[in-house]
């Protein structure tokens, strides 16, 4: 069984920032991609951004060029820089492993975006 706990979620006001951190507990080179979803009420979860094994790293388009996403290997850990947030960003953060070893998630960090 692996864990992923997130971290780093919070209340920010348009046009702010935060981190997010996804640590895993075995390594995550062993996980052909780490990804961030996200589920806001009333819809369905949505891919964020992900990062592969070879660290390719593709962004949904409503994030791309505020979000960046990178991996610390060393740490098993992924983390998502969020800029210039909007209110639309305001949902529930999950951290995603995916391989050959089985498929898991995080329990969710909860971003709100709110002045």
């Known amino acids: 069984q692996v864990q992923l706990v997130e971290s780093g979620g919070g209340l920010v006001q348009p046009g702010g920032s935060l981190r997010l951190s996804c640590a895993a507990s075995?390594?995550?080179?062993?996980?052909?991609?780490m990804g961030w979803y996200r589920q806001a009420p009333g819809k369905q979860r949505e891919l964020v951004a992900a990062?592969?094994?070879?660290?390719?790293?593709n962004y949904a388009d409503s994030v791309r060029g505020r979000f960046t996403m990178s991996r610390d290997n060393a740490k098993n850990t992924v983390y998502l820089q969020m800029n210039s947030l909007k209110p639309e960003d305001t949902a529930v953060y999950y951290c995603?492993?995916?391989?050959?070893?089985?498929?898991?998630w995080g329990q969710g960090t909860q971003v709100t975006v709110s002045s």
């Open positions: 075995r390594s995550i080179v062993s996980f052909n991609t």
């Open positions: 990062i592969t094994s070879g660290w390719r790293i």
């Open positions: 995603n492993a995916h391989g050959i070893i089985g498929d898991y």
